[in-house]
């Protein structure tokens, strides 16, 4: 029997359901807020280009079985360490684009020691692994701030006094990048273009892709078919607001909208990492591990050494997602900026339909632009509603635990529930 | 000996070993830069107590087999709701004490039993899905305080909507049962003399000395005590109980429960009720020694000193007794009232003990983790 629509359209709602509910709060939300579209694209724009690449180094450990990697904390302290070397030494050459090279080599040895510890703990506390990374990365913070307030200063010497507080023992509450680390990913902001003519570039890329399969292989598949709609659609769009003024002000505002171009290809270069794994026989080992632990190992794969690969990459992932994150806001909270991280990252991706065992780019890129469409609105939301910006922060933390705590119950119900049958 | 000497410092015993060990260093270390020591002894038996109602919730939760309860949080704020309810009614002292307990304990309940109800249906993930469901409450709970219709004005903004962050108790139920048969050994400053103070509050010293012409040198907060023992041994008859029996034995060996003919997830919802009244109880009891209530984000995190507490009396996450609490409180508390001023001795800037207390907390939480695995 042929599906109706009317039963596939139910399969994909309740395939989407969460998605959907957070596209119709996210909207309810804008409007109630009365801000204007142009405030929530910059605003939305410059969150995706810090966040995303957090989001997705969360990615690797899903696949892996070992649920979400609360423990990517350590590795933006990995992150920051490292930019507070950099910042340290100020080395004439590495300024800029490769003061933020320098600092992501830096962070890459620190990471992985990290990643290696992290992933022989939670192979000690299999099946508890999410509150285990969680609560190893409350420890891991305890011995960073000691050893950032107690020991830089009288262990280890620093060389830029500026970056000490007036004791001479531990570094300040803030840290400011000078000019020069400042956006060095973009080269200070260089290569901010406007974010149109990157959508443009983008869905010709696509389009061209498509077609080449087309010419191959002489068929191309329903999915393949409405990207090549999507995209030409897409086009066609951003070639008017970018070339014509036949829209009302509000959308042709949009024109002078920027991106972080070269942010956007680590992002977009992560995407592609995550989507190649799969098909390498590392991916293949993952996916075995997460499935079932006795099966891979009976089947010769050494799960355990499998699950600390999988931290270690997500680690280091995570320390140059907080690099990317820290050098776009160009100050860095020495004791704060990693604290929310994980909580944030988890979030997103659960609000873009991700589950405990199962999480793709899609999810995370879809996660990071709801999450942050609703957080950047709800403090207006909340003030325009009940008039007062306090209930909407505190409506968006709810946000943040309530969606983590939901979605991890249901799935464990789930599994309960087959487990059962 | 040998035997019990290994005994003490394997399994689930380490922690209190190394942390009595720990202990003991920083009391020897006080004596040595020269800090009072009564004081310290003092503040100490006051935290020990305050605190350890909080922890003794840990218990129900444990022995049912939940684990430790990560959503403390929950009865923490049923226990916070009861008692800005009493305050409005502005009554002072122990009837406000008593009334915001009888307030709280019926929401507790309630609220317990749906969170029983509800780690039923996640069975094997209870640990990170109480922790966000704290959370989750918590931050759900910031909303309720700003629209809660109260209007008490030494609980609300003079200016603006809803409650205050913290709300002084001085008129309410603060340091009621603290002060309740207490001794206090009081030095005045002019003559070096000390003088015994029974029953009487800290005010009726500073009235009788202005300008801290005395200070409370010692204090025996008698009440405060009895209530935390009292309570302990409350749980302690409901364990030895047919009920509580039931209970441990679910917590114990589930298979086995229910083949003994044991309701197992009924007894989960019972461990988890109780679990939750007592933190709201305890709540209460924290908030008039310490003085202040504290609402909104104050609740967020305090599952976690009170989980880390039993374990370091030696509980794990499928084991704990009454003892555990009070030895575990006794040394976490103490510890953390002692290696403040000594810290601060040593290193004057920053706030080392509270560096400490992040590393010991969560070294400690992990551990006990590390011995939960085996399931796969």
């Not at chain 1, 290809?265 to 592609?272: E, N, P, R, V």
Request: proline share 3%.
């Amino acid at each position: 029997m042929k599906p109706t629509v009317t039963s596939q359209l139910k399969k994909f709602l309740i395939k989407n359901i969460v998605v959907i509910v957070f596209v119709v709060i996210s909207i309810l939300a804008f409007i109630a807020s009365k801000q204007s579209l142009y405030f929530l694209m910059s605003q939305l724009l410059e969150r995706i280009s810090r966040n995303s690449f957090l989001v997705l180094s969360l990615l690797i450990p899903v696949m892996a079985g070992m649920g979400l990697n609360f423990s990517i904390i350590i590795g933006a302290m990995a992150g920051q360490a490292a930019l507070i070397i950099v910042t340290n030494y100020q080395i004439a050459f590495w300024n800029g684009f490769g003061g933020i090279m320098l600092a992501m080599l830096i962070a890459v040895p620190m990471a992985a020691i990290f990643g290696i510890l992290t992933g022989m703990l939670l192979n000690k506390t299999k099946g508890q692994e999410m509150i285990a990374s969680m609560i190893v990365g409350f420890f891991a913070n305890g011995i960073y701030q000691f050893i950032f307030l107690f020991a830089v200063g009288g262990l280890f010497t620093v060389r830029n006094k500026d970056l000490l507080l007036t004791s001479g023992v531990g570094l300040r509450n803030s840290i400011t990048f000078t000019e020069t680390l400042k956006f060095g990913l973009d080269f200070g902001g260089v290569t901010k273009v406007p974010f149109f003519n990157i959508l443009m570039v983008v869905s010709v890329i696509i389009i061209l892709v498509y077609l080449g399969l087309f010419f191959i292989k002489k068929k191309l598949t329903v999915k393949q078919k409405s990207g090549i709609v999507v995209s030409a659609a897409v086009l066609v769009f951003s070639a008017l607001i970018m070339y014509t003024n036949i829209f009302p002000l509000q959308i042709r505002m949009l024109k002078s909208l920027t991106f972080p171009a070269v942010s956007g290809l680590f992002i977009a270069l992560l995407c592609g990492f995550n989507m190649i794994i799969i098909k390498t026989k590392l991916g293949q080992d993952f996916r075995a591990v997460g499935q079932n632990q006795h099966i891979a190992a009976v089947s010769g794969i050494n799960v355990n050494r499998v699950r600390i690969i999988a931290i270690t990459i997500s680690t280091i992932l995570a320390a140059w997602g907080q690099i990317i994150f820290l050098q776009e806001i160009g100050v860095m909270n020495t004791f704060g900026s990693h604290v929310q991280i994980a909580q944030f990252s988890v979030a997103a991706l659960l609000v873009g339909g991700a589950t405990v065992s199962k999480a793709t780019n899609n999810n995370a890129i879809v996660g990071v632009i709801l999450f942050h469409t609703l957080f950047i609105v709800s403090p207006f939301a909340g003030k325009e509603l009940f008039g007062d910006p306090q209930i909407g922060e505190f409506f968006r933390t709810f946000v943040a635990y309530g969606v983590i705590g939901l979605s991890l119950g249901l799935y464990a119900w789930k599994t309960l529930f087959t487990n059962k049958k | 000996m040998n035997k019990f000497l290994k005994n003490m410092t394997s399994g689930a015993n380490l922690p209190r070993f190394i942390i009595s060990s720990f202990f003991l260093l920083v009391c020897v270390m006080a004596v040595i830069v020269k800090i009072p020591f009564t004081t310290l002894m003092s503040d100490t038996l006051v935290r020990f107590a305050m605190n350890g109602v909080l922890v003794l919730a840990m218990v129900p939760s444990i022995q049912s087999g939940l684990g430790p309860n990560f959503a403390l949080p929950i009865g923490i704020i049923a226990g916070l709701v009861g008692s800005v309810v009493s305050f409005e009614f502005g009554i002072a002292g122990f009837g406000g004490l008593w009334l915001a307990i009888a307030i709280s304990i019926p929401l507790a309940l309630i609220f317990g039993y749906l969170y029983g109800q509800m780690l039923n249906k996640v069975k094997g993930s209870e640990l990170i899905v109480s922790t966000y469901t704290g959370f989750s409450i918590v931050s759900l709970m910031s909303i309720g305080w700003i629209l809660m219709p109260l209007k008490h004005p030494e609980m609300t903004w003079p200016l603006g909507k809803g409650l205050r962050n913290i709300i002084l108790l001085d008129n309410s139920f603060g340091k009621m049962l603290n002060d309740f048969f207490s001794w206090k050994y009081v030095r005045v400053a002019e003559t070096g003399n000390l003088i015994t103070f029974f029953n009487r509050t800290d005010k009726y010293i500073s009235d009788l000395y202005p300008n801290n012409a005395a200070v409370v040198e010692f204090t025996i907060p008698t009440g405060l005590l009895i209530f935390f023992f009292l309570f302990c041994f409350v749980v302690f008859l409901f364990n030895r109980s047919k009920l509580g029996m039931e209970m441990r034995a679910a917590g114990d060996n589930p298979k086995f429960a229910l083949a003994s003919g044991i309701n197992v997830d009924k007894m989960r919802v019972l461990g988890a009720t109780l679990s939750t009244v007592i933190a709201s109880i305890g709540i209460v009891v924290f908030s008039q020694s310490y003085g202040y209530l504290q609402l909104y984000q104050a609740p967020l995190f305090m599952a976690f000193p009170a989980i880390a507490a039993i374990l370091i009396g030696g509980a794990s996450t499928q084991k704990a007794k009454i003892f555990h609490v009070i030895i575990g409180t006794f040394l976490f508390q103490g510890l953390l009232t002692m290696s403040l001023p000594v810290a601060n001795k040593l290193i004057v800037e920053g706030n080392l003990s509270e560096v400490l207390r992040m590393i010991i907390q969560n070294g400690v939480i992990l551990y006990a983790l590390t011995k939960v695995g085996g399931q796969e």
